[in-house]
């Protein structure tokens, strides 16, 4: 059975670092992401990665201060987050597509595959 675990949210100062990883399980998977969704707003996308790691897109609100990356060896997917602001404060979500697309999707509905979220708290 696929399975995605994210880690390493918490609470940070704006200004500080995170790094959050998604680990997978129980299946192949190509294009992942990274969404985040914010106490009364839906879900935003963050970050996306091809399946073998070499193309990636942003949001733009995290752009230059994020970077998305994996090792398939390790099925493992992270998400680097510099110069947090308190507009970050999310939980960040793992997703993943568990077939081929040549294309980058930003629109949460075509990640069929998700973990449970892990919460990213940034304190002005």
Known sequence: ????????????????????????????????????????????????????????NYARSVKGRATISRDNAKRTMWLQMNGLKPEDTAIYYCAAQSYYSGYLSVTSHDYRHWGQGTEVTVSS
């Open 1 to 56: 059975q696929e399975q995605l675990v994210e880690s390493g949210g918490g609470l940070v100062q704006a200004g500080g670092s995170l790094r959050l990883s998604c680990v997978t399980s129980g299946g192949t998977f190509y294009n992942m992401g990274w969404f985040r969704q914010a106490p009364g707003k839906e879900r935003e996308f963050v970050a996306t990665i091809n399946g073998h790691g070499t193309e990636t």
